[in-house]
């Protein structure tokens, strides 16, 4: 089997996360919203740690159903929870493994009243080591059925410190986020950063467009990278991220949500990720 197998983890993760604005407005006291999403991503196109592209491998598939929710603790400080509650992966040739993905917790909190500025700290908790062998369908030439590790955990933790600051106008109907964030990571693998926008525009009183563009990068250039885990738990992983989002209001409370989402290599190259489009549907609520 021809398997680039060590990140294909971060491809789904990566575009899942692009989904939850990162954005300068805390909720409400009490103020809460609460999204269940359902995700597909399936290629054959990997990037090396080089920027090399191999399409010729068997193609990943991963599916992943993830909560995610936002609560107003007080005016200023949102408590966030991030639960990928359910990951399949697997490749065309191999069967399934399944597993719950990192459980990512923070708080936020907006440092001016007047302005949409603020800092959210979340720690990122594995909750698995990050083995989770998936077995070949068929015999190698020497009889062998085959395993490949196709973990859905990292097993390690994370911790992202973010800041962020937005604008509407004044009607409301059109807003910009920015953000930029750093990873610091454990047991010795390199720290990260991303930095990202988002622009939306409320059509027809109920239905949001919004695009977003994100970049990951090494926080400290470097050539060396983590002596057992070059490419397990996307070490190296760099990218630009896009996507294109739809959020419909049924109610004051019901919200539908769809999302198409993709790499690219037009501001930081594409490395130690595989590469293709990330669909999702989902419902939500908010208050």
Known sequence: MKLFTYTALLSLVCMINQLHAQNGWTRTKNGYY????????????????????????????????????????????????????????????????AGVGNIRIGAKYRLIDAIPLSVQVDLDIPTGNGINYATAKKPNALGIFEEINLPTTDGEFNVWTTLAASASTSDGKTYGNLFAAANFRTQSFTNQYQAGLEIGHLFFKRLYVIGKCRIQNKL??????????????????????????????????????????????????????????????????ER
């Open 220 to 285: 400290v250039s470097s050539k060396e990278t983590h002596a057992n885990a070059s490419f397990l738990y996307g070490e190296g992983t760099t990218y630009t991220a896009y996507n294109l989002s739809l959020l419909y209001k049924v109610n004051s409370r019901l919200r539908l949500v769809g999302a198409l989402a993709d790499f690219s290599g037009a501001i930081v190259s594409r490395r130690n990720i595989y590469d293709g489009v990330t669909y999702t549907l989902g419902v939500a609520i």
């Open 34 to 97: 609460f999204q269940l999403s359902a995700s597909h991503f399936a290629t054959n196109n990997y990037y090396s740690t080089e920027g090399i592209l191999y399409g010729s491998g068997s193609k990943f598939i991963s599916n992943g159903l993830i909560a995610y929710g936002e609560f107003g603790l007080t005016s200023r400080i949102t408590g966030v929870l991030d639960l990928p509650v359910l990951m399949l992966n697997r490749f065309s040739t191999t069967g399934t493994v």
